[in-house]
Nanobody, 126 residues
Framework: QVQLVESGGGLVQAGGSLRLSCAAS????????MGWFRQAPGKEREFVAA????????YYADSVKGRFTISRDNAKNTVYLQMNSLKPEDTAVYYC???????????????????WGQGTQVTVSS
């Protein structure tokens, strides 16, 4: 069992930066690949980024590639999402999630993740 709590959301102007954190409980955190998703009003939840259990592998949605960076610190049971050059279309509730599926499968569907946080709101003003 893994419990996830996101933080770091807020209001930022276009072009600005935010860093989201996701704190995990449980001693098995390092066994899970982790992902970030987001959901804008009236839209489906979409994949943003994922990172392997060791932190050595990452992949991103095309919409955020080059602007967002996912990382993790297994000693702190925390995964991060550094968001730079934010755009109004990045406005959404951001969720972190944990998956037991093999990272080489590149899980990016909502149903492939086993545990979810409650989300943190990110609003980017123009």
């Amino acid at each position: 069992q893994v419990q996830l709590v996101e933080s770091g959301g807020g209001l930022v102007q276009a072009g600005g930066s935010l860093r989201l954190s996701c704190a995990a409980s449980g001693r098995t955190f390092s066994m899970y690949a982790m992902g970030w998703f987001r959901q804008a009003p009236g839209k489906e939840r979409e994949f943003v980024a994922a990172i392997s259990w060791s932190g050595g592998g990452t992949y991103y949605a095309d919409s955020v590639k080059g602007r967002f960076t996912i990382s993790r610190d297994n000693a702190k049971n925390t995964v991060y999402l550094q968001m730079n050059s934010l755009k109004p279309e990045d406005t959404a509730v951001y969720y972190c999630a944990a998956t037991s599926r093999g990272f080489w499968l590149r899980p990016r569907e909502r149903g492939e993740y086993d545990y979810w946080g409650q989300g943190t709101q990110v609003t980017v003003s123009s």
